[in-house]
């Protein structure tokens, strides 16, 4: 089987989320530092323009947002679920929800107290081509109330779902657990430890102490020349686990489509489309150099359309 390797940058909350469940599941994977923000000229062909971080790849198969990542992981790595058997469906609906509505109000709080330090670079990029809004300190500061009392509201229900177990579904984590985790993560990743405080974080320290404990897994540093090459020497992996023509907006296997992320950095990534259901998409590219590819999303949170 072709190796996983990681496209990912460290202070990518999103990434650590990947690095935390391949922590958990153990296992080895190629890592390839990216840059924290555009241009990633190795990674882009492979994508078919999709920015945003982490990526994971095995051989010519790519495979965009961690909410087609895990479920990969869990595909062709069964033991240790992300995804634990009868939980499945609120796991993912419950972690795209989570991370959908917490991410700016989470922007919110890590800004108040470390935007000054946020260079200008960084900002012009989230807002010109990832968020489209404003992220710096003094732009958010009229909304920082509202972010934190979204933030709060959010922990409470968190805080009691997680009174009486070790991990939301009971004894094992979950994809879930791994999407309430990383937004907190950033916040007491980056902040003073005030922010504890401020958001009430005492009862959650014990499980936010045991999802940071699964660690990063086995990673290797690998160069993006050494992902480029590993993906144009292999062939896509034949689909199995999708119906044929299983598309439910009527869409048929070969047809030329555009799948755009529909909340942010909506880069449209053009191909045909290899299969899809209602939880994901695959769409097949050809790069020039890179050869053959299959691009693999969620449905949730991208427009899929006939091109
Ligand atoms: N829904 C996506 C969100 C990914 C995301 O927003 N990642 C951030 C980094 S933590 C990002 O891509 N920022 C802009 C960039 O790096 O280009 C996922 O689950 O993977």
Known sequence: MNQIILHHYPFSTFSEKVRTALGYKGLAYQSVEIAGLPPRPLLAPLTGGYRRAPVLQVGADIYCDTNIILPALDRLHPAKPLYPKGSEGVAQGLGFAWE???WVPTIGVLVHYIGEHIPPEFIKDRKEGYLMIDISKEAMAP?????LQFVRGQLAWLKQ????????????????????WQTIFLLRKNCPPEVDALLGLAPLVPWYERIAAFGHGLPTTATAEAAFEAARAA????????????DPGGLLAGCPVVVTPDDNARVPVRGTLVAASDTEVIVHRRDAQAGDLHI??????FDVVAA
């Open 235 to 246: 062939q896509p992996a034949p689909v199995t686990h999708l119906a044929p023509n299983g």
């Open 100 to 102: 959908r509505q917490m």
């Open 161 to 180: 779902a997680l009174a009486a177990r070790p991990f939301l579904f009971g004894d094992a984590p979950s994809a879930a657990d791994l999407a309430c």
């Open 143 to 147: 909304q920082f109330a509202q972010h």
């Open 296 to 301: 693999h999303f969620p449905r949730l949170g």
